[in-house]
């Protein structure tokens, strides 16, 4: 009989009384194929995690304590109602040893919030146009481009696995705050922009 999966706790980086938090900050360990025994589990709760939180655009395995390179990502359909540059759609990915680069030297400004920073948002530059790569569970080798929020969501979920966090990318001068008055300011802004789009069809 398998043991019933259950949602593990975020590593939380601002979270004083959460003890692992410098796996957040580390580089984590590269994963070999064949996978053993070990990875094929992380990779399971990994997938459970992401399919059971509610809205988790992607996941990183050090996010639920464990350091391995090892991310999952989907940007469907219903994204583009609320993200104007959701050019891209994907379904649920699961990447192994991710790496990226940019394609052009293009940035674009944008709210990014994260399960291992409590309350907490800010604008963050990202590249608006990368070349991504890993590998699947059977060690076959992913490749492709992405643009916009796809592009920004494989930046941040990689970041992870290299030790850094979108909080670590924040200027100064960059706009940020408590995740209500972030929420707030992306809705107005959000519905400001649907309609210069609506007026320029």
């Known amino acids: 009989m398998t043991q019933e999966k259950k949602m593990l706790p975020y590593v939380v980086s601002n979270d004083e009384n959460c003890q692992n938090r410098d796996i957040l900050t580390k580089p984590a360990e590269q994963v070999k194929f064949p996978l053993n025994n070990e990875d094929r589990?992380?990779?399971?709760?990994l997938i459970y995690q992401f399919r059971h939180e509610e809205n988790c655009a992607g996941l990183a395995a050090p996010q639920?304590?464990?350091?391995?390179?090892i991310i999952i990502f989907s940007v469907?359909?219903?994204?583009?109602?609320?993200?104007?540059?959701?050019?891209?759609?994907?379904?649920?990915t699961l990447l192994i040893n991710p790496t990226y680069k940019p394609l052009g030297e293009e940035k674009t400004l944008d709210w990014e919030t994260c399960f291992s920073v409590n309350d907490y948002g800010g604008e963050v530059e990202r590249f608006t146009h990368i070349y991504y790569e890993g590998f699947d569970a059977n060690g076959n080798k992913i490749e492709?481009?992405?643009k916009g929020f796809l592009a920004r969501?494989?930046?941040h979920e990689t970041d992870h696995i290299n030790g850094r966090l979108y909080i670590h990318l924040l200027k100064p001068e960059a706009r940020q705050g408590k995740l209500e008055e972030v929420r707030t300011i992306r809705k107005a802004e959000l519905a400001a922009k649907k309609k210069i789009y609506a007026n320029q069809d």
């Open 76 to 92: 469907p359909e219903e994204v583009k109602d609320y993200r104007i540059d959701a050019f891209d759609t994907l379904p649920e």
């Open 144 to 146: 492709n481009e992405a």
């Open 64 to 69: 639920i304590g464990f350091s391995k390179r």
């Open 153 to 155: 969501l494989i930046q």
């Open 41 to 45: 589990k992380i990779i399971e709760q």
